[in-house]
């Protein structure tokens, strides 16, 4: 059931627990190992693997597994204002915590001593950038044959007022009322065992809500994870031709 609030009308149209309009494709890169795209409404992202390849320093290596690193970046005219190019602690912490989402599916065991590169870009903004490039990641390994016990899919969810909102976008991120901010959760989830491989909240949620979002996120999920599904089965089957 959706709790009524004061933001009873979505600015673009959208049913409360609706996706925006979702694309993904696989294999936009070729020379790289793995590539994908997926983009919800405006927020697109860019998603290249390389690896696995002997890890350098040599210290750094772990002789059981081989290890997952990410880099997650916002391109300079991704949003209106121009962002300063280069890591920031923002793009730090999406890159790690995007890592450790991935990590739980990935398994390197077989591939001891070496890295797996993933390098998320976003050349368009629109909030939900993070959850983005996790659905992206997801797919470019999977292409590039890492083994993965199981896929991941990412949304962002929230709460606007009162209201509670599946994938919001810039505008919807940034409203204000009573002095409050709206509260946005990216939730990662795993496609066969429906684990939660990362949750983040920024703002404020009542017990009740927040399981209520997380339902709301499980159902975007799965329709995530079919569109993600689909752009994997179009490459293969262009390979094969
Ligand atoms: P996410 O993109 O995962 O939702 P945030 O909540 O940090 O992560 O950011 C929300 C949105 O705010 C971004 O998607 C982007 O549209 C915008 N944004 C983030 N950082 C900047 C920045 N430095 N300048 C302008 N807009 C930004």
Not at 108 to 132: C, E, H, K, M
Request: charge should be negative; aromatic fraction near 4%.
């Amino acid at each position: 059931m959706m709790v009524e609030g004061l933001y009873t009308k979505r600015e673009d149209g959208r049913k409360f627990d609706e996706v925006r309009p979702m694309k993904a494709k696989v294999g936009i890169v070729p020379s790289a190992d793995g590539s994908a795209s997926f983009e919800t409404g405006k927020t697109k992202a860019i998603a290249v693997v390389r690896g696995p390849r002997t890890l350098h320093p040599q210290h750094m290596q772990n002789a059981q597994t081989g290890i997952l690193r990410v880099s997650y970046g916002m391109m300079p005219f991704s949003v209106e204002d121009r962002i300063r190019p280069g890591p920031n602690r923002r793009s730090e912490e999406i890159s790690k915590v995007t890592e450790w989402a991935l990590s739980s599916v990935v398994d390197l065991s077989g591939f001891p001593n070496t890295v797996v590169d993933v390098f998320v870009q976003i050349p368009q903004a629109d909030a939900g950038t993070r959850v983005a490039g996790i659905n992206a990641a997801a797919l470019a390994l999977a292409h590039a044959g890492i083994p993965m016990k199981e896929m991941v899919s990412a949304i962002g969810v929230g709460k606007i007022d009162k209201t509670l909102v599946v994938d919001l976008n810039k505008y919807e991120d940034s409203i204000f009322h009573d002095g409050e901010g709206s509260t946005d959760i990216p939730v990662v989830m795993t496609s066969r065992t429906k684990e939660i491989a990362l949750l983040q909240l920024d703002g404020k949620i009542s017990v009740d809500e927040f399981k209520e979002t997380i339902e709301m996120a499980k159902k975007a999920c799965d329709d995530i994870l079919k569109v993600q599904m689909d752009a994997l089965k179009n490459v293969s089957e262009e390979s094969n031709e």
